[in-house]
C-alpha cells in the first residue's frame, strides 16, 4: 500500500488529459483520426488518439488563420467586408473563386488564390519572421512563398500536429501571439461559421494531397454555456477524406457532448 502513495500522487500531478472518454468511435465514419478538444476553463484535454495527435502534417487552408492575421497586421488587408482579392480573369476549378472577393468571402470558400498574392505581398522576409515569432509547426516556407502550406507529393511542405494546432489557438485567444486584439476580432468574425441555442462554432477547413496521401483538417473553437473549448481534427485513410469530412466529425462530437 505504502508503494501506491507515491505513484498516486503523481499521477495528480499530471496534466487534465483524458483518453477518449467515451467517444463513440461511429463518428470518424473509418477514418483515421487525430481530435483534441481543450477545455479553456478547465484546462482538460480531451485527445482521441495521441500518436496521431503528435504527427506532423500540411496544414492545407487552416493556414489560412494565421496568412489572414499577418495580413491584417501589415496592413495588407482592411477589413472583413471591403474590396479585396481582385480577381485575375482565370477560370478556375472552384466557380466560388471565380470573382472578386472580399476577405470573409475569400475565406469562407477557402480561395487559394486569394491567399497566394497575399503571401507573396508579405514576401519571404516577413514571413518567416511570423513563423518564428508565432512558433508555427516545422516554420519550414523554403518550397515557395505562396505554396509552402499546400501539400503535393514530392514538395517539402511546412507541417504542424493537432497538438500544435490547438496550441496556437490556445495563445491566441489568450492574446500570447503577436496579433493586435483588433486583428484577432476581425478574425473571429469571419471564421464564426455556425450558432445554435447551446454554442457559436468557429472554425476553418484545410484539405490536400500529400506523399502520404489525402488529408483533412477542421480546426477552431467554441464557446458554449459560458466556457469556450479549442479543438483540431486531421483525418486521413478512408474515402476521400476532406476539410468537409472533418468538419462534419467535429460537429458530431461537439453536439453529443452537448456543446452545440
Request: aromatic share 10%; charged share 25%; with cysteine.
Amino acid at each position: 500500500m505504502n508503494r501506491l502513495i507515491p505513484l498516486l500522487f503523481l499521477l495528480l500531478l499530471l496534466p487534465l488529459q483524458s483518453r477518449a472518454q467515451h467517444i463513440d468511435k461511429s463518428f470518424f465514419k473509418g477514418y483515421d483520426t487525430a481530435f483534441v478538444l481543450h477545455n479553456r476553463s478547465s484546462g482538460e484535454t480531451i485527445s482521441v488518439d495521441t500518436v496521431r495527435a503528435a504527427q506532423r502534417l500540411a496544414p492545407c487552408s487552416t493556414f489560412k488563420i494565421y496568412n489572414t492575421l499577418i495580413g491584417l497586421e501589415l496592413g495588407l488587408i482592411k477589413s472583413p467586408d471591403e474590396p479585396w482579392y481582385t480577381w485575375d480573369g482565370v477560370r478556375r476549378s472552384y466557380d466560388a473563386w471565380n470573382r472578386d472577393l472580399t476577405l470573409r468571402e475569400a475565406f469562407r470558400v477557402s480561395a487559394v488564390p486569394a491567399y497566394q498574392i497575399l503571401a507573396r505581398q508579405i514576401g519571404p522576409e516577413r514571413m518567416k519572421t511570423y513563423m518564428e515569432r508565432i512558433g508555427y509547426g516545422s516554420g519550414d516556407i523554403s518550397s515557395g512563398i505562396d505554396v509552402f502550406w499546400l501539400p503535393q507529393p514530392g514538395r517539402e511542405s511546412i507541417v504542424i500536429s493537432t497538438d500544435e494546432q490547438v496550441e496556437l489557438l490556445n495563445k491566441l485567444l489568450d492574446g500570447k501571439l503577436p496579433f493586435s486584439e483588433q486583428n484577432v476580432a476581425v478574425l473571429r468574425d469571419v471564421m464564426r461559421v455556425a450558432e445554435t441555442e447551446k454554442g457559436v462554432f468557429y472554425g476553418k477547413t484545410g484539405s490536400g494531397t500529400s506523399a502520404a496521401g489525402e488529408l483533412g483538417w477542421f480546426v477552431g473553437f467554441v464557446e458554449s454555456g459560458g466556457k469556450e473549448y479549442v479543438f483540431a481534427c486531421n483525418i486521413t485513410g478512408g474515402e476521400n477524406p476532406s476539410g468537409a469530412v472533418a468538419r462534419e466529425i467535429v460537429e458530431s462530437m461537439l453536439k453529443a457532448k452537448g456543446l452545440l
